[in-house]
């Protein structure tokens, strides 16, 4: 069985904390070749042209800031609105022909995450496709910035037996 990248999905929030997969996603997409597309899903509201505009250019502004991209390789950025934020995610996922999920996690366990819910968590349990959670506690400070020297020193499969 072959397994092949050729898209990968950045989904964000906008917060600082989901910036912080910045550096994996973009690190594996120059490694593999592969597409980078930034994901966001923003809100409806009475004027969803302007939110999507506004989304659309705190993307391209971070992204330029953060750096790591290959310049012959451009950044997609596709932005959406919904109220229900991971289905459209999903959608979306399944629309893009993502073969991997790249997205940060805020690390809440507990009581946090069942009052809070987390959208990483049903992203993972529901996705056509693998999906790499980044653990925003467990990465130093200046990670989300240097994506060159992002390396990952373990990972966890979960396997069926198959």
């Known amino acids: 069985m072959?397994?092949?990248?050729?898209?990968i999905v950045l989904t964000t929030?906008?917060?600082?904390?989901s910036w912080r997969a910045w550096g994996p996603a973009v690190t594996l997409a120059n490694r593999w070749g592969a597409e980078l597309i930034v994901l966001h899903v923003c809100a409806p509201s009475k004027?969803?042209?302007?939110?999507?505009q506004i989304a659309k250019?705190?993307?391209?502004?971070?992204?330029?800031?953060?750096?790591?991209?290959?310049?012959?390789?451009?950044?997609?950025?596709?932005?959406?609105?919904?109220?229900?934020?991971v289905s459209e995610l999903l959608v979306s996922i399944r629309r893009l022909k993502a073969d991997l999920v790249v997205t940060a996690t805020h690390g809440w366990s507990g009581l946090s995450q069942v009052l809070i819910g987390s959208k990483a968590e049903a992203l993972v349990r529901r996705s056509p496709v693998p999906v790499l959670t980044i653990r925003s506690l467990s990465l130093p400070d200046d990670l989300d910035v240097d994506a060159q020297r992002w390396r990952a020193s373990q990972a966890i499969g979960p396997l069926d037996g198959r």
């Open 2 to 7: 072959s397994f092949s990248i050729k898209r």
């Open 13 to 17: 929030d906008l917060s600082d904390v």
């Open 47 to 52: 004027r969803p042209e302007v939110n999507l």
């Open 57 to 85: 250019k705190k993307i391209e502004n971070r992204a330029l800031t953060m750096g790591g991209a290959r310049p012959d390789r451009p950044i997609e950025i596709v932005v959406e609105t919904s109220s229900r934020v």
